[in-house]
């Protein structure tokens, strides 16, 4: 334990900021002002957001992240061969992995850093992550399609996966 006093902050909200924070906790969405300014500061560090350059879209070291939605996605994918799929996601993959790398020295291929890859994951908003044995179990994936998901991962990880399922919660076998 530090001997050191706590420090104390006060934070003087307006009267709009206060109604809405009190509204989330009334609704059950927050369980108080304190793990909610934590959870902020958490966001804050994990996404990098001191990079933000305009409303919707900041950098994160080498890679410029913009907020889009699940639907433009989905657009985007139904335009691209099926048989191409897993080779889409595979070089996405490799593009996260180098972005992860060379921004957060992240070495996604170490397995020992799967927790720190899947937190970075969830930030980003790409879904939990968890690895049970030899299974990765993705629940709510921004990206359903089973086969770019797994190239994805396969990119990003370099392992070899098998889809286990084709629907959240999506499931893909470690083979190699």
């Not at 927050?30 to 990098?48: A, F």
């Not at 180098?98 to 908003?125: C, N, Y």
Request: hydrophobic residues 40%; contains cysteine.
């Amino acid at each position: 334990m530090s001997k050191e006093p706590v420090k104390r902050t006060t934070i003087i909200l307006e009267d709009e900021e206060r109604k809405y924070i009190d509204e989330l906790i009334r609704e059950g969405r927050e369980p108080g002002i304190k793990p909610l300014v934590s959870k902020m500061l958490d966001i804050y560090r994990s996404m990098m957001i001191y990079d933000w350059k305009f409303p919707g879209e900041y950098y994160c070291g080498i890679s410029r992240v913009a907020f889009i939605n699940v639907e433009f996605v989905n657009i985007l994918l139904q335009h691209v061969p099926e048989e191409e799929w897993r080779e889409v996601g595979r070089k996405a993959g490799e593009a996260a992995k180098i972005s992860m790398e060379a921004t957060l020295d992240l070495h996604t291929t170490d397995r020992e850093k799967w927790p720190d890859v899947f937190k970075r994951l969830r930030v980003q908003g790409f879904g939990d992550f968890y690895l049970r044995d030899k299974y990765f179990i993705i629940r709510t994936p921004f990206i359903n399609n089973a086969e770019v998901l797994s190239g994805f991962l396969e990119g990003l990880l370099a392992v070899r996966l098998e889809p286990k399922t084709l629907t959240p919660p999506l499931v893909f076998e470690v083979v190699g």
